[in-house]
Each structure stands twice: as C-alpha cells, then as structure tokens.
C-alpha cells in the first residue's frame, strides 16, 4: 500500500500528523506522533482532507481613528472628559491624552471604552496584515511536507 503522504510503497505506520490520521511510511510518520502499525488489508482508515491551518491567535489592534472615535461619541453623549474618565474609572488627563491621539489606550481600557460607549475601538488584524516573513509556525505543515515531496 502507498503512503499517504508521499506514495511510496513500504510498511504502513499509523500515525497522526497535524491531528490528521494516515497510514504513512516510517519516513513521513516522524513527522507526526506514531500510533501503531497500519492495520493490514483493505480497512484503510480514510485519509481526510488536510484540515485548514488552525487559526491564528486573533490579535487586537486599535482602530487607527480611535482618538475621533472616543471624542465624537463622547461629544454625541454630551459628556465631559471629566465624565468619561470617572466612568472609567482613569484620569481626566489620560482620557485628554487618548482623545488627542497620544495615548492608545491598552485592550482592556479600550474594551472598557467601547462598552461604556457603544463604540468600536478593536479589530481583528486581518491575517494578511501581519508583518510578512514573520513565520511563527517552527514545524512542519503538511503543505510543506507535501511541497518538500514533490520538489
Ligand atoms: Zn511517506
């Protein structure tokens, strides 16, 4: 029987690789955790398609126009600096600071603004958005391993 992954023709182990299970040669089984010998015969376990990449830690940024944001909103309520700030609980000179754009408030103030205001501060950077060629991933995935394959 082939192997799943690259199609050669040796004993099957049966192994996990990325949370998939394939029957795959002892070469491609190292690059998952080996569960045991292939069964033999036909009751193949059924290769599922590689699942999508796990999706990233989502990361929060700030909204760029944050300071017009808090400010207009805040205006629109007709409430003070000086509100806003005993609201959340901060200095008036640190809702000044924000207001102004000098300060980017942290996600928790940020979230504790959109709440007490209605607003949208935080969005999740897109997955394109990351600094490219900054790769965080250190194993292999299994695209690779199918591109290393066929290369
Ligand atoms: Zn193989």
Sequence with gaps: MPCD????ESELLLAEIEGVRMQVCATCARFGKVLGKAPAG???????????????EPEWTIVADYAQRIRDRRESLGMKQEDLAKKLAEKESLVHKIEV?????GLELARKIEKLLGITLLEKAAPGDAPSGVEKRGALTLGDIARLRKA
């Design 42 to 56: 036909p009751s193949r376990v059924p290769v599922r398609p590689a699942r999508p990449e796990p999706p990233e």
């Design 101 to 105: 754009g000098a300060f980017s408030p």
């Design 5 to 8: 992954m690259c199609g050669a």
